[in-house]
């Protein structure tokens, strides 16, 4: 039937035994034992309904599981609207070493998300601060009263063509921190169509406009669909980008570095300092490889621009490929940054270059 796997809601629960969550609980013993079950994908809702540390497992499934991983959902948001520094989001576009690095599993365990079907869409997300439930009869109370969501001034729809060309620049940022971090991507479906559950964050129990898709296509839809295409694409293109094991940062030249605004590698207090937005990486692509290039990646959530020195070996070239700054994500074809040189960064944009051969 071409099933690939499966994806355990609230899977927690599987593994409780005796009441508490057991990683080795028998559960987990007749899976690996099924000569079917045990040989496919198999994803876990890392969490259930009890309300307690007990019952939010990110990290504690065993090996042979992937999870959804929350934490790159909560991090990239809150790294976006400026409400925390870097060292998160360093370990969420890496593949969340500090939860599936300890158990040998690698950056495939970690589903990465910034939306789900629980909570906003994408649009939505940049739309409404606040959560709009009021149309599922319970006064609001329900859904999460904090989606780590921003308006950018205006709660709703805006004619304000500022705020517009904000949201859609955030949305286009989100979608490439999520398609170009290690680990496996999820896309929640409609988003790449800006679909709206007008700020609705709980929308199961809507079976109309709220919750349906809106198949009709104007140019911001046509805009975004194209963006979204063209970042799979640059995914899908650089193995670099998709890697099956942690970076140690060991080699010659390491498989990744990490620099700061000025181009300098990046410092602990860099790492740490809540007041720092900004930060760029090069991975070093495997020479073997045909197509494996060295990819540099630049994401400033800050408001200000900044001069970055672009990092590499003397004679180095990269051409820019993508550029969120740009409706369709598309730089000129002749953008390119000599190793060395000034690349001028503007406030809330992220940006890919591959080394030329």
Not at 271 to 286: K, Q
Request: glycine fraction near 10%; aromatic fraction near 10%.
């Amino acid at each position: 039937m071409h099933v690939d796997g499966f994806r355990f809601d609230l899977a927690a629960t599987l593994a409780r035994d005796r009441g508490s969550f057991d990683r080795l609980s028998a559960f987990f013993d007749l899976v690996y034992q099924d000569p079917i079950v045990g040989a496919v994908k198999l994803v876990a809702e890392p969490w259930d309904v009890g309300g307690d540390l007990d019952s939010y497992q990110v990290g504690r499934f065993p090996r042979g599981w992937a999870e959804w991983n929350d934490r790159f959902r909560d991090d990239v948001r809150d790294a976006w609207r400026r409400r925390t520094g870097v060292q998160a989001m360093g370990y969420r576009l890496t593949g969340s070493s500090d939860f599936y690095g300890a158990d040998r599993r690698g950056p495939d365990a970690s589903v990465n998300f910034v939306t789900a079907h629980d909570g906003k869409t994408l649009a939505d997300l940049v739309t409404y601060e606040r959560k709009h439930n009021e149309a599922n009869g319970e006064s609001n109370r329900d859904g999460t009263g904090d989606d780590r969501a921003e308006n950018f001034g205006v709660e709703g729809p805006s004619d304000d063509a500022r705020i517009v060309a904000a949201r859609a620049r955030q949305r286009r940022n989100l979608m490439a921190t999520l398609l170009l971090s290690q680990g496996v991507p999820m896309l929640l479906g409609g988003d790449e169509r800006g679909r709206t559950q007008r700020g609705n964050n709980n929308a199961y129990c809507q079976a109309n406009e709220i919750s349906w898709y809106d198949w009709s296509a104007d140019a911001d839809t046509e805009r975004f669909t194209s963006f979204t295409r063209y970042v799979v694409g640059l995914h899908l293109g650089h193995a670099a980008l998709r890697r099956t094991s942690f970076f140690d940062g060991a080699g010659s030249p390491p498989d990744i570095a990490w620099f700061d605004a000025r181009g300098q590698p990046m410092t602990g207090a860099g790492w740490s300092d809540p007041a720092n937005h900004f930060i760029a990486y090069l991975l070093a692509g495997d020479r073997a490889e045909e197509r494996d290039d060295d990819v540099l990646v630049v994401l400033n959530a800050s408001l200000q621009w900044t001069s970055f020195i672009v990092p590499g070996i003397a004679g180095q070239r990269f051409g820019l490929l993508l550029d969120t700054g740009i409706d369709d994500g598309r730089p000129a074809a002749d953008a390119r940054y000599d190793a060395g040189a000034v690349m001028d960064v503007a406030p809330q944009t992220v940006l890919v270059a591959v080394a030329e051969r």
